[in-house]
């Protein structure tokens, strides 16, 4: 294994696909092999044992780390980043003491037990806004409980997914560029491959993120139940997918794992993916695909997509409807591995 400093990896990563001076050292970081003079620089503590990457928190190098990481949180309406009062570290237990605010529209965000909630409707008493049932349905806390405890496993019977443990290893290979940066893990739902992701150790900072409070609760109990799960450097944040609370062009990769699917409008959700980027950036997401009579027929499309808008059903779109949907979205060099109804797919935001 071979550990290296909180986003020594990222910036490399970064120099290395914007400049042709740092191609060679792109090889190296990916192999996990570090420069001496990389090393001096960036004070990079190097453990090498396996192919894996750790990231670790040194402090002294991590403050301005930690500084540039919480400059990525943004007010979901101006999307300016938002002004931190709290622990100097991201960590699941300084939630409850974080207060955020915009510098712009003045608003305050907090923390509860668990997450951030920074939704345009956070610390609304009166006004409630609901989604349409395919959303909401995974704010009823028996849902929330019930997702990995059958929920999901039903997906690998009906509709090919692999399972968590096997889609994490197919995803990995996506994200080989952004390994040492911050991760969403966009609709987290129960936090199953947030968890993954916080134990590979492979970036950052985690963001698990989901509109459902209960999902977001359920990760959380999940966080805490697990000893060699690090609490730093992960959050839990809930906010809507089509009015994501980071600043535009600051995040190195999103995952959305069999979430498209349940989103309001998926147009909306892979265009904020897109404006969260970073130039280089990863997004990987998997869906059910269903190449059905309509995707052939050109009538029957919309008059699905206005069935499933007016029912508040899941939306399952065909395989060239979802690479237009990325590439409509600003996406480049799409690329998907299908398994029955399963797809992964894999695009990134232009240099
Ligand atoms: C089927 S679960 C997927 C959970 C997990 N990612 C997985 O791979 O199993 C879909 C998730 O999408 C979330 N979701 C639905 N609408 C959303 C929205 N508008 N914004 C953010 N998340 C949303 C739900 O709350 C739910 O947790």
């Given at each position: 294994m071979a550990t290296v400093t909180a986003g020594s990896l990222a910036l490399a990563s970064r120099l290395s696909r914007s400049t042709s001076a740092f191609k060679p050292f792109l090889s190296s970081v990916n192999n996990m092999v570090v420069s001496p003079s990389f090393y001096r620089k960036f004070g990079a503590k190097l453990r090498a044992s396996s192919s894996t990457a750790r990231v670790e928190a040194t402090p002294g190098a991590d403050l301005n780390e930690n500084e540039a990481k919480k400059k990525?949180?943004?007010?979901?309406?101006?999307y300016d980043p938002l002004i931190w009062n709290g622990d100097p570290v991201f960590s699941v237990d300084s939630t409850p003491r974080s207060i955020l605010k915009c510098s712009i529209c003045k608003k305050v965000y907090s923390g509860n037990e668990n997450h951030?909630?920074?939704?345009?409707?956070?610390?609304?008493?009166?006004y409630g806004e609901y989604r349409p049932a395919s959303s909401e349905l995974f704010r009823l806390p028996l849902v929330s409980f019930l997702y990995e405890r059958g929920w999901r496993q039903a997906f690998s019977i009906?509709?090919?997914?692999?399972g968590p443990e096997r889609e994490f290893e197919l995803m990995r290979d996506y994200l080989k560029p952004v390994i040492g940066g911050t991760i969403i893990d966009a609709?987290?739902?129960?936090?199953m491959f947030t968890r993954l992701f916080a134990k590979s150790g492979l970036f950052s900072l985690v963001v698990a993120l989901d509109f459902s409070e209960s999902m977001l609760k359920q990760s959380y109990d999940y966080i805490k139940q697990?000893?060699?799960?690090?609490?730093?450097?992960l959050i839990l944040v809930r906010a809507d997918i089509a009015r994501l609370p980071f600043a535009s062009s600051s995040i190195d990769a999103v995952h959305a794992g069999a979430a498209l699917h349940c989103w309001p409008s998926p147009s909306a959700g892979v265009a904020e993916i897109s404006r969260i980027l970073r130039p280089g950036g990863v997004f990987v997401a998997t869906t059910y695909i269903v190449d059905g009579l309509y995707s052939y027929i050109p009538f029957l499309s919309p008059i699905r997509q206005n069935i499933a808008q007016f029912s508040g059903s899941h939306l399952y779109l065909s395989e060239r409807e979802l690479r237009e949907l990325f590439t409509t979205c600003g996406l480049v060099d799409y690329t998907c591995i299908r398994n029955g109804r399963f797809v992964m797919m894999s695009a990134r935001k232009p240099e």
């Open positions: 990525t949180l943004a007010c979901p309406i101006c951030l909630d920074l939704t345009v409707t956070s610390g609304s008493k009166k009906w509709g090919g997914f692999p609709s987290c739902g129960s936090g697990e000893e060699n799960i690090s609490k730093e450097n």
